[in-house]
């Protein structure tokens, strides 16, 4: 498969104040910093031909290019993750852009890749996301696991943190759960940050409904590798347990 004319760049949104895990992005796993093992899973993908890291503080910044990657300041008032990959994109001369979030340090290349495909292969896909097919009841239940439907195209018909679709007689089976990574041509890019925050957005606690509120698709990809966001102290303990354990070190 061939690329785009400009590319595919990879921005990965990373901000320091997060509420429940101060300096996020800086914890350390296995004695080097989280966002090192976002870039690095970035840098694997073979589609990908720039990375970013999108950042409003300079510590974080001066962290990446220390280990060599290439960091772009940003707005302290960007809202949210997807504002502050508008903003980097700007800049870019790349026309494809995958949302890589800065606290995904298991997010694995081939799910990159899968997000970015549809975007080179057809024309008409303006947006894309990610979703692991599963059938574990417990997670389905979960309102921490997003799940997503998709109609017979595989574009999302509804995003949620209930368990959708719904069994009536079974009360569980297969469900496919979203993985918070996103692709866009940068101008529809553009166009979602410019979008304001929708009723079911703020119901669900889902930025991603502002989309499907407001007519537009999303191609939903089945992927086969999970991924693991880091939130708050344990989630780290747990991600480094199974990052340190993989890599055999």
Request: aromatic letters at 6%; charged letters at 25%.
């Amino acid at each position: 498969m061939s690329g785009p004319p400009n590319g595919v760049a990879v921005v990965i949104p990373a901000r320091y104040a997060s509420v429940r895990l101060p300096g996020k992005p800086l914890a350390q796993i296995d004695g080097r910093p989280m966002i090192w093992y976002v870039w690095e899973k970035a840098r694997k993908s073979r589609l990908a031909t720039r990375v970013v890291v999108a950042t409003d503080d300079e510590r974080i910044a001066a962290a990446v290019r220390g280990f060599g990657g290439e960091a772009r300041m940003t707005s302290p008032s960007c809202a949210s993750g997807t504002d502050r990959v508008a903003e980097t994109a700007r800049g870019l001369t790349e026309e494809i852009i995958v949302n890589l979030q800065g606290d995904e340090p298991m997010m694995h290349p081939s799910v990159i890749d899968a997000v970015a495909a549809p975007l080179i292969r057809d024309p008409s896909v303006s947006m894309t996301t990610a979703a692991l097919p599963g059938e574990d009841p417990e997670e389905f239940l979960r309102p921490s696991v997003v799940k997503v439907v998709v109609d017979a195209r595989g574009d999302a018909l509804y995003f949620s943190r209930a368990p959708i679709p719904h069994y009536r007689d079974a009360g569980t089976g297969r469900y496919r759960k979203h993985l918070g990574i996103y692709g866009y041509r940068k101008e529809f890019l553009f166009a979602v940050a410019a979008l304001p925050p929708t009723s079911l957005e703020e119901a669900e606690r889902l930025e991603q409904l502002r989309v499907l509120q407001n007519g537009y698709r999303i191609r939903v990809v089945d992927v086969e590798h999970d991924s693991v966001g880091v939130d708050t102290p344990e989630d780290l303990t747990a991600v480094e347990e199974r990052l340190c354990g993989r890599n055999g070190r």
